[in-house]
Nanobody, 126 residues
Framework: QVQLVESGGGLVQPGGSLKLSCAASGNIFSISAMGWYRQAPGKERELVARMTSAGGSTTYATSVKGRFTISRENAKNTWYLQMNSLKPEDTADYYC???????????????????YGQGTQVTVSS
């Protein structure tokens, strides 16, 4: 089974920074389309940032452009979200996401799609 585990959330003052990490575990061969989503209370889950593992192409939500940076370490099956200049409206549960995971199960290459982590809470408040 593949599991995504986030870390790095917490309480930070406006203008501060946090770095979230997402580590994928399992007998993984490759991961495509790594990303981060967030969900604030009473709101729908929204895309924050994503990137391809192949070319490194990135996409950001308009609200976080210039403040957040997504990066990855393919060899570790880990990706990150560096969040700077945080605002109270960034307060949400943040979820890492993998669009497609290739893994070996019983010696057979298989796929899992749309895998989410359990979430980590980010609170921006003075």
């Amino acid at each position: 089974q593949v599991q995504l585990v986030e870390s790095g959330g917490g309480l930070v003052q406006p203008g501060g920074s946090l770095k979230l990490s997402c580590a994928a575990s399992g007998n993984i061969f490759s991961i495509s389309a790594m990303g981060w989503y967030r969900q604030a209370p009473g709101k729908e889950r929204e895309l924050v940032a994503r990137m391809t593992s192949a070319g490194g192409s990135t996409t950001y939500a308009t609200s976080v452009k210039g403040r957040f940076t997504i990066s990855r370490e393919n060899a570790k099956n880990t990706w990150y979200l560096q969040m700077n200049s945080l605002k109270p409206e960034d307060t949400a549960d943040y979820y890492c996401h993998a669009g497609e995971i290739q893994l070996f199960r019983a010696g057979v290459l298989q796929y899992e799609y749309d895998v989410y982590g359990q979430g980590t809470q980010v609170t921006v408040s003075s």
